[in-house]
């Protein structure tokens, strides 16, 4: 690092003013300097960002660009359930998850403010008060040689960078797009939450589902088990039946406790997620939703929904933030040139301090020339050229990643949704049928045992259908998910 400082003092001029010819070698020598400084023009990115709109993703999305509608935006009110809603609503007392969110958030607000001190005017005072011994020989004048004194000052300093290569201008884009990053890590994690807790709630009330309809099983297992026990009395049945009515009682009483926990764990886990206690979720009432697993999707999807998903922008930021970057390190091959100023009073001898004759002052430039720093100036450059290549590299994977869950999602649902169909024929015969043992039995033309059999086989075709409309409804979130919170369902 070379510097050059030139000092103009208002009372009296340390240097004499140089000849034209001295000027004109000095410039000239500074130009030569500069023109020795490195450059990094050829250090680039091999990475290319793809680019959504030019990408050809299927017949499952359009072109058109279509803006989130804020109707959308509130999808779990599609179920009608109360306690859900407001479930949703404390997701604004800021729990764990967001408050990593926006602590980040506030750091990248301080690291713009600190940066943008580097494009203002710096200034600071500073006094010092000393005794000295001068020495015998030195350049201080014979009266003072050798004798004791004082010497004090009073300054004020002034510096100003001036910024002609972009250096702290890239500096300061980059923190904006951190700030821009933090900000939709934040709408990121809060559509996390969301669909966190709409899992596990929908979870929660399938669970529940499940536990009605197990203790049905358990009720109808019991009456075969005494109805196989009558049989048996009567000679017309085994031991070894009733023994195996008994081991399947026991196999559905054995399932009916885990069933039972899941409820419990999904109640606790909304209570985590809102940032309290499992306890906290102990008064909350059964969920009471309205599932829609028929509903359609509105194909095709507008493709710059995908482009609007919060963790999208955010990778879309850090490209920014880490291009700025790049930009910084490039104009560190450049001189930093600073202006600089000094006013104040300065003495020898503390009784002279506060008198006119005291008075100093200096102002120039300060310029620093990294003419022998190129090797460790391009190793910097290729190193933020490198953040920038992974930063591409990983926003082009979460760009193709989204895509594909995107089309995942739409694709278990058509497959569900022919799924559903069956399950309902199923359902709606196993009803049927039971409803044919129940008037054979009226009439004495069945036994009890096959309307509980019959029974039983339609309670296991319920179970079916609760299950696929869990999965249906899961693969609703998990497509909300995708497409960055907006419910692509027509509610029609």
């Not at 793809?50 to 990408?55: I, V």
């Not at 010497?151 to 001036?162: A, D, I, P």
């Not at 926990?261 to 206690?277: C, E």
């Not at 591409?392 to 799924?419: F, G, R, V």
């Amino acid at each position: 690092m070379v510097n050059f400082t030139r000092y103009i003092f208002h009372r009296k001029q340390l240097f004499t003013r140089p000849q034209n010819a001295l000027s004109i070698s000095i410039y000239s020598f500074m130009v030569v300097l500069l023109s020795g400084c490195a450059t990094g023009n050829h250090i680039v990115a091999k990475q290319r960002v793809l680019n959504l709109d030019q990408m050809n993703v299927g017949t499952d999305f359009t072109a058109r660009q279509t803006q989130h509608s804020n109707d959308h935006m509130a999808w779990w009110t599609t179920w009608q359930d109360p306690q859900l809603n407001r479930l949703m609503q404390l997701i604004d007392g800021n729990p764990p998850s967001l408050e990593i969110a926006q602590a980040r958030f506030d750091r990248a607000l301080a690291l713009l403010d600190l940066s943008q001190t580097n494009r203002q005017v710096q200034g600071g005072v500073s006094a010092a008060a000393t005794a000295d011994r001068y020495p015998d020989h030195s350049t201080y004048p014979d009266t003072y040689a050798g004798k004791t004194g004082s010497s004090g000052n009073l300054l004020l300093s002034l510096s100003w960078h001036l910024d002609f290569w972009g250096k702290w201008k890239a500096l300061n884009q980059a923190n904006a797009s951190n700030i821009d990053a933090a900000e939709f890590a934040i709408q990121d994690a809060q559509l996390s939450l969301h669909t966190a807790i709409a899992s596990n709630y929908l979870q929660w009330y399938m669970t529940n589902e499940l536990v009605n309809n197990q203790r049905r099983h358990i009720s109808i297992l019991k009456r075969l088990v005494e109805l196989t026990k009558q049989k048996r009395n009567a000679g017309l049945a085994t031991n070894s039946m009733v023994i195996q009515a008994q081991l399947n009682l026991l196999t559905q009483q054995k399932a009916l406790p885990e069933l039972q926990r899941k409820v419990h764990l999904y109640r606790h886990t909304i209570a985590t997620l809102l940032g309290q206690p499992p306890s906290y979720a102990d008064n909350w009432s059964a969920p009471q939703l309205r599932l829609k697993p028929e509903l359609k999707v509105i194909t095709p999807l507008p493709l710059n929904w995908i482009g609007q998903r919060p963790d999208i922008q955010l990778k879309r930021k850090n490209l920014e933030a880490m291009l700025s970057m790049t930009e910084v390190a490039r104009a560190s091959f450049y001189p930093d040139i600073d202006l600089t100023a000094v006013v104040g009073l300065q003495s020898l001898g503390l009784d002279y301090l506060f008198r006119a004759g005291s008075r100093t002052a200096a102002i120039g430039p300060a310029i620093n020339l990294p003419i022998f720093e190129q090797n460790r100036l391009r190793a910097e450059l290729k190193s933020k050229v490198a953040d920038y290549d992974e930063a591409i590299a990983q926003y082009n994977q979460n760009l193709l990643i989204a895509i594909q869950q995107t089309t995942d999602h739409l694709q278990q649902l058509n497959t569900a949704t022919q799924q559903r169909v069956l399950s309902v024929q199923s359902a709606n015969a196993s009803s049927e049928l039971r409803n044919i043992q129940r008037e054979l039995l009226k009439k004495g033309l069945s036994t009890q045992q096959d309307e509980l059999l019959a029974e039983l086989n339609q309670l296991e075709k319920a179970v079916d259908l609760i299950q696929i409309n869990q999965q249906m409804t899961m693969t609703q979130i998990e497509l909300t998910h995708s497409l960055g919170g907006y419910w692509a369902f027509s509610t029609k």
